[in-house]
């Protein structure tokens, strides 16, 4: 059994180029660890030092109880699936699957074993082993990749935008088995997306990274339930959440004629605050409601089992403020007054200088 182990791991290629810095992170047997994050954000470069493809200028890489930090890819025993599926396009499907077993002279019958067994799991009939990867759809191209890194049994998996290539109903597929392939596999897994839906419906935890550093790792229903700052709030859920910046009046903030209660805190109160929630959480008002905003619908965008109503607030001193609210599509909204309710246990804060979270 493994432990991947990244210690205060940093990349520089330059002192103004740092796509990652300092880093430390654990992904235990059996964990499906997400890194997700924007382009640029230091994800795969963090992916690439993992599998030795890098060198780091500074930290530790430990598998196991092994550091691994300076050993060369083919001694960290990884197996990595590319976004380019990186398949041979010369060799057939079963050649490609046992390519590595070769490369390390296991026995022939081991391969067999292995091949048949990943062919199986990924549900690779006999009638595609002969084929070429150019004779494949993209769907079995990427299951061949997934099985050529299964065979190897590593100590940890790495996976880089694997489904990025494919379309959108074949990637919600693929997701699908992926998911329950790896939650077989009692070893740790890396996966690297900037998609946060497969973030959130692959990983039992998920690092959040921006300019090359952790914004927050945690499970993903708490990355999405209670981000740690106003970039992970922005970044995870669609639509995105509403981030208001209003001015504090006594313990409350100002949004246009309104008053939103700020939390019971000892926490002083700044001069600003932003104030975060999800469009799915501001509703029609309820009898217990007691946060109220009005305002009048100005767009409307069709979701299927929801309209995305932006409405501009009622504001007699300020500049324009608009709230986007998930509404159900039993009525139109369009040009509408409209009243909605703010629930406070749905309301993030944040601080306005640096975007971290306010009364935890």
């Not at 997400?34 to 599998?51: D, M, V």
């Not at 048949?116 to 990749?145: E, F, T, Y």
């Amino acid at each position: 059994m493994a432990r991947l182990e990244l210690k205060n791991l940093n990349k520089t290629y330059s002192p103004k180029v740092v796509p990652v810095k300092d880093i430390s992170l654990n992904v235990d047997d059996n964990e499906f660890l997400t890194l997700l994050g924007p382009s640029g954000c230091g994800k795969s470069t963090t992916l690439r030092l993992i599998a030795g493809l890098e060198e780091p200028t500074r930290g530790q890489i430990i598998i196991g109880n092994e550091d691994v930090t300076y050993k060369q890819p083919g001694d960290r025993n990884i197996a990595m699936v590319f976004q380019s599926y990186a398949l041979y396009p010369h060799l057939t499907v079963y050649e490609n699957l046992c390519s590595g077993l070769k490369l390390k002279k296991t026995p022939r019958a081991e391969i067999e074993k292995r091949v048949a067994g990943a062919a199986k799991v990924l549900g690779l009939d006999a009638g595609l082993m002969n084929r070429k990867p150019g004779q494949l759809s993209g769907g079995q191209r990427q299951r061949v990749a997934v099985g050529r890194a299964l065979v190897r049994r590593p100590d940890v998996f790495l996976l880089d935008e694997p489904l990025s290539n494919l379309d959108a109903l074949l990637r919600e597929r693929v997701r699908a088995d992926i998911k329950q392939l790896f939650a077989t596999q009692k070893v740790p897994v890396v996966y690297v997306t900037h998609d946060q839906t497969e973030a959130m419906t692959l990983s039992t935890k998920v690092a959040v990274l921006n300019n090359g550093y952790v914004q927050q790792l945690d499970p993903p229903e708490r990355i999405y339930s209670h981000p740690a700052n106003q970039f992970v709030a922005g970044f995870v859920g669609s639509p995105q959440m509403n981030l208001l910046t209003l001015r504090c009046q006594g313990r409350n903030a100002i949004l246009g004629n309104f008053k939103i209660a700020l939390p019971e805190s000892t926490v002083t109160v700044p001069p600003q605050i932003v104030l975060g929630i999800r469009p799915e959480n501001v509703r029609i008002p309820q009898p217990n409601d007691t946060q109220i905003i009005q305002g009048r619908v100005f767009l409307i965008e069709h979701l299927g089992m929801h309209n995305l109503v932006s409405v501009q607030v009622e504001n007699a001193h300020t500049d324009a403020i608009a709230v986007r609210a998930l509404l159900p599509t039993d009525q139109n909204w369009s040009g509408e007054q409209i009243t909605l309710a703010l629930p406070h246990q749905s309301i993030h804060w944040f601080d306005v200088e640096t975007g971290d979270r306010v009364f935890k």
